[in-house]
């Protein structure tokens, strides 16, 4: 079974709360870009990440606000910030490492919320039973000049899903992959 590759680049979500410390009272996002998956888009807003050692400036906010204020790096980046985020799936933020957003109008230490995302595919209940998918995990096979087979590619669902495989800019380069290219499910 074939799905497409989505890259996803280091990228922040925020919440109502640290929006407003970072952009002013009540600012809202604009939307820059619709992504695949329903309702999130890239925002026009970014932000700068930083720790004691370094900072990456430029980092894309994606909409809409979420409840929860998270960051997603890569191991590169963690390696540039002095990090060690653990690998976890998106919102699972608990005792993740500690990172500071600095934005126009003030900056928020977070004491946790920055990880470096699992490898993971977004998939609708109706289109896991359809495609069988009972674990949590699968294994994908990549074609490609480096091409590889990935385990533990995590099985990501919710009722609104774009059928799509996430891999982080790491991977992407590593495996000589870019958005739109299809790979192969193989459980």
């Known amino acids: 079974m074939n799905v497409s590759i ?9 919440s ?21 998956q329903p309702t999130q888009f890239a925002a026009e807003e970014m932000v700068t990440i930083a ?8 980092v894309r906010i994606l909409g809409p606000v979420r409840d929860y204020t998270q960051v997603e790096i890569s191991k590169t980046d963690a390696y540039k910030l002095g990090i060690c985020p653990p690998v976890r799936d998106s919102g699972d933020i608990q005792k993740s490492a500690p990172i500071t957003l600095i934005g126009p109008c003030g900056s928020v230490n977070l004491k946790e919320g920055c990880i470096i ?10 289109e896991r039973k359809e495609k069988g998918f009972d ?18 590619v995590h099985i990501k669902e919710a009722s609104l899903s774009y059928f ?24």
């Open 117 to 126: 995302a699992t490898r993971h595919i977004h998939v609708t209940p109706q």
């Open 135 to 152: 674990e949590d995990e699968v294994c994908v096979k990549i074609e490609s000049e480096k091409g590889a087979i990935l385990e533990h």
């Open 6 to 14: 989505g890259v996803s680049a280091r990228h922040v979500h925020v």
């Open 51 to 58: 720790t004691e050692k370094s900072k990456i400036e430029n």
């Open 164 to 187: 799509e495989l996430h891999l982080d800019t790491d991977d992407a380069n590593a495996l000589c992959v870019k958005d739109g290219d299809i790979c192969e499910i193989i459980k």
């Open 16 to 36: 109502r709360d640290v929006l407003d410390v970072l952009f002013g009272k009540n600012y809202v996002l604009r939307n820059k870009k619709d992504l695949h």
